[in-house]
Every structure is written in structure tokens, then in C-alpha cells.
């Protein structure tokens, strides 16, 4: 257990549906990211934040796709309209981002599959 | 794209050491290597980083060549539990991790 949680750890939803996933970071970390993975791939990069600033975001993160960390504490990210390529483990990572040095910490993934 | 190059799959046999190479030809001289593994169906996994010296830690040992375009990662005693994928990332300070498709290490009894 690295202290990054994730909810749901698993999720179906019909294609067309809502879903959205919430992460929370080990608490003194500032810096939050979201990823993308696929089976068989490495984690994919989506977006981070700074506190609640959402600082970057990859092109592979659609209109259909809104994160927000409101309180610089725990994020959320929301998926609209759900398509079946969609389904991936969504990944949530925090790191105290004053040192060059630090390490990002995982937490164990949101399983999401659209039907 | 990654910038980092490692093998497939490798496997080693439970109790002897497990050597996973990475190259990393053009990495430059603000880069760090950082090296994580993903135990199936789980997060990934910090192992260890280093600059430019030899690093160890309570689980592993990164060995980064003099010219750092390449380095290994060593586990010493594998079991069964090491069996995971690990991932060779180099980036700097400020940049965003990318991940590889890593090395499948099957730890066998």
C-alpha cells in the first residue's frame, strides 16, 4: 500500500454512460497525476495538477474527459459519454514535486470497462 | 516516445540474482533513471533512480555505466514475488514519465 487510494477499483458502464473516478494522494504531496493504460502497454500520461492547478494535459485526454482537484487535495476524474475504447485501467499517481529527485507513488487503479 | 530501450521478457530462476538491462543512448545530463515495476493488476511500484553513481536500496541495486547511456537493474535473490514488469524511465526534473513497455520478468521456481 504506497498511501495513493483510488475508488471505485473497478468499474462496468454501458457505452454512452457517465463515469467518474477519485483519487486521493498521500497528503503533504502537491502534484497528482492521472493515467491511462491499456493491456500490454506501459502507463500513459493524461494530466496532472499542482495543488489544484491542472497544470498539463495530453493530447490523449479528449473533450470527453475533465479532471479537477478542487481543494489541492483529492481529484476526480470524470469520462463523458463512454466508449468501448475507453475501457483501461486508469491510474492515479502523487509526488511532493519540491525535489528534483522525488518519486512518483501509484495507486492500484480504477479498472474501468465499457460494454 | 520513451527514450529508454529494454528486452521483452527475461527469466530467471527463484534465489539467483536478475539482471534487467536498459539502454538509454541519448540521455542527457539532467536526466535521471528511475526504474518501477507493476505486479499484474496493480499499480506501479518505485524501485529505485540514480544520476550518475551506483544506487542500493533495501530492494534493489542500479548500476548506471560511465557514460550513462545504459544501465541494469539487479535484484539479488529473486523469488516468486518479483515476478512483475518493470519499467526503465528517463526523464529530468519538470518532465512527465514515460513509460516503456518494460521488461516481462518471470521469476521461476
Known amino acids: 500500500d504506497t498511501g495513493v487510494s483510488q475508488d471505485p477499483r473497478h468499474k462496468i458502464t454501458k457505452r454512452g454512460q457517465n463515469v467518474t473516478f477519485r483519487c486521493d494522494p498521500i497528503?503533504?504531496?502537491?502534484?497528482l497525476y492521472w493515467y491511462r493504460q491499456t493491456l500490454g502497454q506501459g502507463p500513459e500520461f493524461l494530466t496532472y495538477?499542482?495543488?489544484?492547478?491542472?497544470?498539463?494535459k495530453s493530447r490523449l485526454l479528449s473533450d470527453r474527459f475533465s479532471a479537477e482537484r478542487p481543494k489541492g487535495s483529492f481529484s476526480t476524474l470524470e469520462i463523458q459519454r463512454t466508449e468501448q475504447g475507453d475501457s483501461a485501467m486508469y491510474l492515479c499517481?502523487?509526488?511532493?514535486?519540491?525535489?528534483?529527485?522525488?518519486?512518483?507513488?501509484f495507486g492500484p487503479g480504477t479498472r474501468l470497462t465499457v460494454t | 516516445d520513451a527514450k529508454t530501450t529494454q528486452p521483452p521478457s527475461m527469466d530467471c530462476a527463484e534465489g539467483r540474482a536478475a539482471n534487467l538491462p536498459c539502454n538509454h543512448s541519448?540521455?542527457?545530463?539532467?536526466?535521471?533513471v528511475y526504474w518501477y515495476r507493476q505486479i499484474h493488476s496493480q499499480g506501479p511500484q518505485y524501485i529505485i533512480h540514480g544520476l550518475k553513481n551506483n544506487e542500493t536500496n533495501e530492494m534493489a541495486s542500479l548500476i548506471i555505466t560511465e557514460d550513462r547511456k545504459s544501465s541494469t537493474l539487479i535484484l539479488p535473490h529473486a523469488t516468486l514475488r518479483d515476478t512483475a514488469v518493470y519499467y526503465c524511465i528517463v526523464l529530468s526534473y519538470g518532465q512527465n514519465f514515460v513509460f516503456g513497455p518494460g521488461t516481462r520478468l518471470s521469476v521461476l521456481p
Open positions: 495538477f499542482q495543488n489544484e492547478a491542472q497544470l498539463e
Open positions: 497528503s503533504e504531496h502537491n502534484r
Open positions: 499517481a502523487s509526488r511532493y514535486g519540491e525535489r528534483e529527485r522525488d518519486e512518483q507513488y
Open positions: 541519448t540521455i542527457s545530463g539532467n536526466e535521471y
